[in-house]
Each structure stands twice: as C-alpha cells, then as structure tokens.
C-alpha cells in the first residue's frame, strides 16, 4: 500500500514539474536607460468570455478591446474633446443628420489585410445586425453607412444626435475585418487594428497578447499583455503583493492599507462616474406615493450610509447625475436631515412599509442603514436579497415588480446617457419613470446644438428628480486601483473602462 | 464481468436524460433569462424578439430541451450562449485542471486521514483516539474560504513559496489540495478507524501476531489491506465530488475548474454550458463508481465472483451499507 | 455471522435504548459533544433573554464600527457597528433551527423513499426511486439550491427546504440499504405470513430495526447542513438581512479577513464548535449502536 501511495504521489510530482516547466518569467533589457518587463499581467474581479467587441459592452471586456481593437475616434476624457483614431477629421451636415469621416489609409490589420472604408461599412452593419448588448447603441441611431472612397466614410442617421460620436468611440464600435471573420467565426472578431494580438482566450482565466510589430501607431516596450481573471479581491491583492501581477483593480477598500505599506506599490484613486442611488419603483406601490418618497429622502442618514456601504469612501452625492457627465447640475442642493418633517410627509402617506430589494453586499449594507433610519421615523423597510439575474427580471421596465431598490449606474461622459436613468422603456430606469415633461426634456436635449440651452434641459430634469424624488442619490463611490510602482502609460478613466495599451513596467 | 459493466455503462443512460431534463426544467424556472444577458438591460422590443427566436425561447421548454437532446444524439453538446464556443472545447479546457485538484485533494486527504484513521483505531477508547478525530473534524469545520485565504496570506504572501492562485503548474495545486482534502479528512480517517476496529479484533491477526509477526507490520500490512475496501468506497466517493468542481475553493485560488464553469454560467443563464457540464460529470462520476467496483476485486479476489448475474445485486447492497 | 446478529439483536431488544446510552456515556468525546449540543440549544431559546434584538443585534453604531475585541465588545463590532458577541448569540437560534429542520425535512422524505424502494426491491418501485435519487444526486447542491431560492424567495424556511431537498439522496440510499438487510430477516416473513399489511410492515416492523444507521446519519448530516447554509449565505442566499446567521457573519467578514480577523475567527469558531459537537456525537452513536464495536 505505501508503494502505491508513493508512487501515486511520484507520478503526481512528476506531472506538476512538466507542467511547470513553462511558466518562467524573463526580463530582458531594452533600449534607453530604463528597463522595461518584456511581460505585463492585469488583475481583475470580472471575468472575459470573448474576444469580439461587437458582441458585448462591458467594462472588462472594454479594456480588452481597447489595446486590441481600434474605433474611429476616441474621447480624451482629461481634455474633454474626441480625437482622431481611425479617422483622421470628420465633418456633420448642416441636418445633424450624416457625418462624414476621412480614415486613415497607413491602417493594416493583425491579419496582414489592408484598413479602408468598406471595413467601417461591414463593422456597423455587423453591429446592427448582431443583437448583442453592443448593438442597442445602434439599433434606431444609425440609419446606413456609405462608402464614398476608399478613405471616406458617411454615417447616415435616423435622426439627430448630438452625442454620436461618443458612440463611435465606444470599444463596441471598433472596426473589425471581414476576410477574418469569414474565415474563423470565432476567432475572426479577435482580429483588429489594434497594438495587442490576442493569442489566446480561456474564458474564466485569462487573455494573453503579444505585440503587433506592424502596429500603425507609437508602440511600447512591453512584449506580452495578459488579463487575469482573480475573482476574490483579498486573492487579487496578495497577487500584486507577490509581484505575480502589475495591476489590481479594486483592492478591497479595508486592504488599502498594505499597499500604502508597501514601498513597490502605489494606490491610485480616480474620480468615480458611477452614481449608487436609491430608486422607487414610481409606477405602483408604496414608490408611486410622493410624501413616502419625500419622507424617506429627508430621513436617510446619508453620511452613514457611505460610512456603512463603502467604508467612508464614497463621496456624496446631490444628484443621481454622473459628475463627469455632460450637463450635470446640482444647483438645488442636498435634502435637509429632519425627522420631523420626514414624519409629517410620512403621515401623509397611505404606505407604512416599504420593500427594498439589493443584489450584492455593499448595497445590501446601504440597505441596512436605511432601514434602520426609517424605523425611526415608523417606516418600516423589508429587504428582499435577490440574485442579480432575478433582480434584473425582476426591475425590468415592463414587468417593474420591485418597490424600491439601491441601483449603481455607471455614467458616460455624454448627455443624453442619462436615457438610460430617465428614459421611457429603458430597463435601467428603475423608478419607472414615464414623465411626459422628462420625455420631452430628454428629446430635446438629445438634438440641441446650444450648449447653454442644452444645459438647461438637462439641468431641469435633475431638479424635477429632486422635487418629486423619484432617484435619491446616494454617493459616487471611489475608484481605486493598485498597482506595481513601475507602471506607466495607463489611461485611467473614471468610467472604469481603462486604456492598458500603452502599458509599460519600469524594472 | 463484461454483462457486468455493460450493464452498469446502460444503466447510466436513463439517469443522463433525466438530469438534462431536470437542469433544462430548474433552468427554465430560474429568474432572469439569457435574452437579458445577451442584449443588456436596455434593448428594444425588436431586438429581444428577434433573439427569442433565434434560441427558441419563443416556445415551450420542451421544444429546447428536444432540440437539444436531438443535437446530444448527433454527439453535439451544442454551442455557448455567451462565448458562442462549443461547450465540449470549453469543458474539455477545464477538466484537467479540475482532475489535478481532485486528485491532489485525494492525496492530502489519504495522506493526512489515514494515518489518522489506523492510530485511533488501534488505540481506541483513548485520548489519542479522541484527540485525532477531534483534529480530522476541524479539517470539515473550517469553511473553505478562511482557511482557503489564510494558506494563501500564510504560504504564498509571507513565506512566497507557492503562488497565490490560478493553475500554474504543480506548485499552485498544493495550497487548493490542501484546502479541499482537510475537509474530506473527517469521513475518511472516521471510515478507516471502524474499519481497522472491524478487522483488527478477527481471528487471523491473533494468528500473525501469534507467528511473531511485528505488531507494525500486522497493523500496516495485515489488517489494513483487508479495511482497505470500505476506504476505497469514500476514496471514490471523493474523487467523484472533486470531479464536480469545488465552487468556493475555486474562486478563492482562481482555480479555472469545472465548479466555477457551472456556477458562472448558472448566473448567466447559459443553459447549454450548465447542462453539458453537469451531464459529463455524472458520466465521469459513473465510470469513477465502476472503477471502484472493479477495484474491489483487485483488492479482494473474493469479490471477483460476485460479479457474476447472481452476485451484482448482492454486491451493490453491500456497497450502499458501506 | 448471522448467527452473532440474531443473538445480539434479541439481546438488544430487551434494553435496547439504556444499554446504547450506557455504551455511550463512557465515550468521552460524545458526552462532551452532548453537553455543547444541550448549552447551544439552551442559548438559541433564551437568545432573547441574554440580548435585546433590537438594540443590540440589529442596532447599529455606525461610529463603533470595525473595533477590535474590547471590554465593550468582547467579539468587536462588525463592518455596521454591531456587537458581533450579542450577533453570535442570536444567531445560534438560526443556525441550530436551519440544520435541525434541514435535516428534518430529509429525513421525513428520504427515509420513507428509502424505505419503500429497499422493500419492494427489484421492483419497478425500487427503479424508479433509486433512478430519481441518482438524478438528484447528480445537480450540484448549489445550483439547486439557487433554483430553489429563486423560485420560493429568499427567506429562512425556504433557505431550510434548499439544504433539505439536497441531503435526501443520501438519506434514501442509507436507508435503501438498512432495510435490505432487515427485510430477509425472519420476523418480517412470519408479519407476511399473518397477513399484514404491507405499509404497516414497513413501518411497524422494519423502519424500527433501520433506526441506528438513519440516527448516526443525522448527527453527522445536521453539521453538514449548517456548513451548507454557511455556503449558500455566502453565495447572498441565505437568511436575509438584518438577521444574524453565522454563514452570513462569516461571509460578511471576508472581505475583512485581513486586518480584522476577528470578524471571521469568531463565527468561524461557532460553527466550527457546533459542527464538532454533533460529530462527536454522530461517531460516539455509531460506535455504541455497533454491536461489533461491544467490548
């Protein structure tokens, strides 16, 4: 019996040496006086499950097609203006209805195949035609895409807006090749303009890429770009601590200590766009009660929930707009503390409970606290923890079960984002909203080429959300990332949607 | 013998169909579906038509789950919802890493437990005794996910000798092992301990002994060999749950297994990827099962009769009392 | 063999209970694991007698949050600012209840399945249950428990019926097997032969002669129980908030495992101290129950 176990344990060595054969780092030396890593890994809590940008729109996978993909133009979020990419200048019609583009024509793609104009045609029909999360930006926006030369490019509208090209610089909206996709369905979408090759994908784990020596653009010294998947945020940090990573997104907010300890680390924080609000369902139940939802607002704690839901380090917020976003506006100021009035606006209501239903433990914390702020003035609260798929069923804006519930919305910098807050039919519209006068604000806001006019637009509608109280702003929560001193040529944005393809690790 | 294992391969069939029903049933129940994954929160009306139909949730779950089993026939285990990859490429990249945990886990679990399980046998009624299965039961007390993370804090970030998580060769294998096999720790030293009681009292041992045989050499070779069948049940019992995935441990190394694969996918609603994962597992966990079996008669040649038409039942009895 | 067993069963028939509870009192180990089990229940009924719910368990001090264990708060205060000592303590009547009737609920149906497919065995009876058991056996506990909680709602009683419905797979083939083994005895051809019925059979004459494998089974399968609760609380299926459940306090201090172990060390120690306790008597029945084991 000892032999075999023995031998059970042998074989077992054996297999893991073979197995860990492969997995050395070198560093090598580069030009200049700093050394560079040849091999760069990013850490983060959300995993990638594909490659091609069209098919989905989200945050990890944003980053991801940054460093592989390339869009017309970009938006310098620092600078606040859109800059060339693909294009080279671009000009809108008197209508607001076409804008035409002039394209780079020294573009080639990872595949070897030239960039040009029908490139841009066959990628936004592709989108259209997709019907994955990254098409609903197109679908009813874009009418149809003309060809005029090699090098030109018009995008016809359905209607005016204003806010299109930050569409087009949105990650879903990168150019793909068709030859490549003709030619591999699956790895086909991988193929872009862009500095990184994507070489290998295993959904749950990680991306590996390798740098495109034929790259159009200024390249970088480092060789190899992985993303790691690291779901637990104590794990992911010890991975930084370890030297096994160069980049943590989101260290637990009670763990940043260790890296301000740490001499080889350096903790980043960058201003959030993502808005934690309170919102009542509006439509029915005790939420379509204004003095209930008035009554609320004037009894919440705020200062104890940030404390509560995200440790103190979020920063207030007066309106439920993204503080970056286009048009923000929070000249009415904060809702007063008090009791008093939250029991008469409470006493006229015919609702004396409410239900708030959360999805994850921050908001499950900010829900706490508010429940016990309410029970001080005789509301009681019930919290219903859901699964996220349940909760978005559930809050949909057709079925709308919910009563309440704490929603964090990650906002744009463009205006007419907040469609997605206040707009008819959107299922991010939480409370419900079906305001005629928010319509048509909206509608307006959306077409309007006067700043100051715009402005107004939208600033009316947040002053109608604090009258009435349909959202109440919670707080911004605080971005932050760890990272190895090293690092540089990271675009950080407070949209989390970060540029890791000019990435460099000083040793 | 071969009636035998053809028998138990068939008997497979009907219970393979009944999980993918069941799975494609408490799917279709779950709240949230994969439309919503696909095409965000904020789709139109058209757009989330269009997908019902293109993945035939415009009719009942009996029309998926036929057309599924049809494509099953064919030897197709279909396409990801999400990753639009086949399921079979996505289970197959997962599988070893999974093997190699289940494995390790298994060799903790033996190394630690056994030993364990044979002291507090021959000394039975002790504190010893007690104190041994005292320290199996913490290794089933402690939640995974603490001690999980307090290896790593200890191992990976003060001492730097493993890394902290994801498959990286056998380094990364020993902290998850050890994670997962202390908790199979309880069953099996408790399984060895009333097997060795069971055996060491018999009549044969007095005889070694009296031939002078060395005590160690009676206990280790003698009555271990003859307790070792009911151990090789739970051995395999536990090989079988590693097969499955072990969900918390894997997220806490970043362990890329088939635990995460099914409860990721679970929480996206991909109900192709669930259901093949689900149903390779119970292929794997029979064919573990049916090793097992056989390798009772390897230890016990007695046992090798019973695999005839007359003894499969009586084994099998014998086996679920065990 | 068989001769031993029929001996030692009508030895056991005359007194049967007082001689296990005499075999079992001079196991150390088990007492010990009684005499916890008996003082955590005492606690769970008189939680509202040592602290005041309101104040106490959900009362929150938000600027007492995160404090190290001190004279105050001898377990410290968790991320809310609540006294993790006065949670525990309420929490033991959520955790003991959540295992307890866990267990209950499979017992009560895997017993009687159990029962019926090692009775009729051969059967299509028996093919039917043990191909359905097979198929339960077969979803992963958590996926079934999350259909379960999603489909009932997340409240105590439901979190109760998903960690049941899982465990009674095991509780049919444990019983399948015991009642296998009585069923060829004597005594239950002779209740044929007066011509009983069958489901009185079952119940009168063989579940009583099962009773020692099921009871072993449900010492050890209540701690496995309160570890799955723990589990699905940290997957947020658990009891809802703001109610103290210990699965829920430890998976609430995860992400303050570092630097404030506290949080996760002390409910971690409650179930660790539990689940000990109601193995040590599991193993303690298992071994008095034996006849083998008599010395």
């Known amino acids: 019996m000892k032999k075999l176990l023995v031998s059970l344990i042998c074989v077992f060595l054996i297999c893991g040496f073979v197995f860990a054969g492969g997995s050395g780092e070198q560093k090598s030396a580069s030009a200049g006086e700093i050394k560079y890593k040849d091999s760069v890994v990013c850490a983060d809590g959300s995993q990638i499950t594909t490659g091609d940008p069209q098919a989905i729109n989200n945050l990890q996978h944003n980053r991801l097609f940054k460093c592989s993909h390339n869009t017309l133009v970009s938006y310098n979020t620092a600078e606040a203006k859109y800059e060339p990419e693909l294009a080279t200048s671009w000009e809108w019609s008197p209508d607001l209805l076409t804008l035409t583009l002039k394209l780079r024509d020294d573009v080639t793609f990872q595949n070897g195949e030239k960039f040009t104009a029908k490139d841009v045609e066959y990628s936004y029909k592709r989108i259209m035609e997709m019907n994955s999360t990254a098409s609903s930006k197109f679908v009813g926006v874009l009418d149809h895409v003309e060809v005029v030369d090699d090098y030109t490019v018009k995008l016809v509208l359905v209607k005016p807006n204003v806010d299109w090209l930050d569409t087009l610089a949105l990650p879903l909206a990168s150019i793909v090749n068709q030859k490549a996709i003709e030619a591999d369905e699956l790895k086909g979408p991988w193929i872009g303009t862009g500095m990184w090759i994507i070489t290998d994908l295993e959904e ?177 609260i019930n919290i219903e923890e859901l699964e996220a798929a349940a909760l978005t069923a559930k809050s949909a804006f057709k079925t709308a079960e919910h009563e309440s519930m704490i929603y964090t919305l990650g906002w744009n910098s463009y205006g007419d984002d907040a469609s997605r807050a206040y707009g008819k039919g959107s299922n991010t519209n939480k409370a419900t909203l079906s305001d005629d006068r928010v319509m048509e604000l909206l509608e307006l806001g959306r077409s309007c080429t006067d700043d100051t006019q715009r402005k107004q637009y939208y600033a009316e509608i947040q002053t109608l959300n604090h009258e009435h109280a349909w959202y109440l702003p919670l707080f911004y929560t605080e971005l932050s990332v760890a990272i190895n001193k090293g690092v540089s040529g990271v675009i950080w944005e407070g949209h989390q949607s970060h540029d890791y393809s000019r990435i460099e690790v000083s040793l | 013998m071969h009636r035998y294992v053809i028998k138990r391969i068939l008997l497979l069939i009907p219970v393979i169909i009944g999980v993918s029903f069941m799975i494609y049933f408490i799917m279709d129940l779950a709240p949230g579906d994969i439309i919503t994954q696909l095409v965000g929160e904020d789709a139109s009306e058209e757009q989330i038509m269009a997908l019902k139909h293109q993945y035939g949730y415009d009719r009942s779950v009996f029309y998926r789950y036929g057309k599924y089993m049809l ?65 199996a039961l913490l290794g089933l007390s402690m939640p995974n996910f603490w001690l999980g993370l307090l290896l790593i804090i200890e191992f990976s970030l003060n001492l730097g000798w493993v890394p902290s998580g994801g498959f990286r060769g056998f380094s990364s294998v020993i902290l998850p092992a050890i994670t997962i096999g202390t908790g199979h720790m309880a069953v099996m030293t408790r399984t060895t301990r009333s097997s060795m009681i069971d055996v060491i009292r018999q009549d044969y041992l007095r005889t070694a002994r009296a031939k002078g045989v060395s005590e160690r050499k009676v206990i280790t070779k003698h009555a271990f060999r003859n307790a070792f069948i009911p151990i090789l049940t739970i051995i395999g019992g536990q090989l079988c749950a590693g097969i499955g995935g072990a969900v918390i441990t894997e997220s806490v190394f970043s362990w890329p297994g088939v635990g995460r694969l099914i409860i990721d996918y679970v929480h996206q609603c991909d109900v192709p990827v669930v259901t093949d994962a689900i149903i390779m597992t119970t292929i794997i966990t029979g064919v573990i099962h049916l090793a097992v079996d056989l390798l009772y008669a390897v230890v016990d040649p007695r046992i090798k009769g019973k695999y005839s038409r007359k003894g499969i039942r009586r084994v099998r009895v014998k086996k679920e009392a065990a | 063999m068989v001769k031993e067993k029929l001996v030692s069963k009508q030895y056991r028939k005359r007194s049967r209970a007082g001689e296990v509870w005499h075999r079992l009192r001079k196991n150390k180990g088990a007492m010990a694991g009684l005499a916890i089990i008996i003082i955590l229940a005492l606690i769970a009924i008189f939680a509202d007698v040592l602290v005041d719910y309101d104040t106490d368990v959900i009362g929150m001090t938000l600027k007492d949050r995160l404090q190290h264990p001190s004279k105050a708060h001898i377990m410290g205060t968790d991320d809310l600012g609540r006294d993790i000592f006065s949670r525990l303590i309420y929490g033991s009547r959520f955790s003991l209840s959540v295992g307890v009737v866990a267990v209950a609920i499979a017992v009560v149906v895997g017993v009687i399945l159990g029962a019926f497919a090692g009775y009729y065995t051969g059967g299509i009876v028996e093919d039917i249950i043990m191909r359905f058991t097979d ?79 099921i009871i072993v089974r449900v010492t050890l399968r209540v701690s496995s129980a309160i570890i799955s609760a723990s589990s699905l609380s940290f997957l947020g299926l658990g009891v809802p908030a703001p109610a103290p459940e210990w699965g829920s306090m430890l998976s609430s201090g995860r992400a303050y495992l570092r630097g404030y172990s506290y949080m996760t060390l002390f409910p971690g120690l409650a179930i660790m101290i539990t689940v000990l306790a109601f193995n040590m008597v599991g193993d303690g029945l298992r071994d008095a129950l034996d006849p083998k084991l008599k010395k």
């Open chain 1, 204 to 380: 749950g784990d990680f991306v590996h890429m390798v740098k495109n020596d034929n790259y159009w653009g200024e390249k970088t010294e480092t060789r190899e770009l992985t993303l790691r998947y690291i779901s637990e945020s104590s794990a992911r940090l010890i991975a930084l601590q370890n030297g096994e990573v160069d980049v943590c997104i989101g260290p637990a907010s009670t763990e940043k200590s260790y890296v301000l300890e740490d001499p080889n680390l350096e903790l980043i924080e960058i201003p959030s766009a993502t808005c934690c609000y309170f919102a009542f369902n509006t439509s029915k139940g005790p939420g379509s009660d204004e003095n209930l939802r008035l009554a609320l607002a004037h009894c919440i704690n705020y200062d104890d929930v940030i404390l509560g839901a995200s440790s103190g380090e979020g920063t207030r917020a007066i309106t439920n707009w993204g503080p970056i976003t286009y048009g923000y506006y929070d000249g009415f100021g904060d809702y007063t503390y008090d009791l008093e009035l939250a029991k008469q606006y409470l006493a006229k209501s015919a609702y004396k409970t409410l239900t708030i239903s959360v999805k994850d433990s921050a908001r499950l914390r900010a829900a706490q606290i508010i429940q016990a702020n309410a029970k001080e003035i005789g509301l009681t």
């Open chain 2, 71 to 135: 494509g099953l026939l064919h030897g197709d285990l279909g396409t990801s919802y999400i990753t639009k990859k086949p399921v079979w490429d996505m289970y197959i990249t997962r599988l070893p890493k999974t093997f190699w945990l289940a494995v390790g886990a298994s060799v903790v679990a033996i190394g630690l437990s056994i030993p364990l399980g044979i002291v507090s046998a021959v000394k039975s009624g002790s504190l010893i005794d007690n104190s041994c299965m005292v320290l």
């Open chain 3, 135 to 213: 198929i339960f056996a077969a979803v992963p506990n958590m996926l079934m428990a999350i259909v379960i909680v999603a489909a009932l709602g997340a409240n105590t009683l439901n979190l109760m019926i998903s960690v049941g419905v899982t465990s009674i797979p095991q509780f049919v083939r444990t019983t399948r097997a015991a009642v296998l083994t009585v069923t060829g005895q004597e005594y239950i051809e002779s209740a044929r032969a007066i011509g009983e019925s069958e489901t009185k059979i079952i119940f009168k004459h063989i579940l009583p002669n099962c009773l020692s494998p």
